[in-house]
């Protein structure tokens, strides 16, 4: 297994607080949303982080690269200003939240189509019924 390297986003959305937590793992990107509700404090998102990070649903994993950072202060200062001025999430992670949702709708698509055909066949078969006890009763 190679290096996993995780990121959480926090931003508002109106009117709620929405988490994406990304995890890079061999080069491919994955993301799963949250919706964390009324403003989140620190410790309530590391508890969600604690007791609710391996129930997460990531989405399939998008091709992405990782770039090393070195530990300059002045620069990860500079980055994480330029990240809080940035509102959103990334590009990457969007393409893997697009690619779960259209999946979730394809698999949506699929079990209401074989429930309507079930109903169509149960409707089918009553009607059936319906036209032999006529004919049986004189």
Known sequence: MGNICGKLTVYFEEPFWIGIFEQFC?????????????????????????KHYYSLCFSPAVAASVKESKNNPKRRQREVKKQLQNTG???????????????????????????KAAEAERMFELKQQKKKAKHKGH
């Not at 949250?34 to 410790?43: E, I, N, R």
């Not at 990457?92 to 999946?103: F, P, T």
């Open 89 to 115: 999430i990334g590009t990457k992670s969007q393409q893997a939240l697009k690619l779960q949702q259209e999946q979730n709708k394809q698999e949506r698509k699929v079990k209401s189509r074989k429930q």
């Open 26 to 50: 061999d080069g491919k990107l994955s993301a799963a949303k949250v919706t964390f509700g009324a403003g989140p404090k620190d410790y309530e998102i590391f508890d969600f982080i604690l």
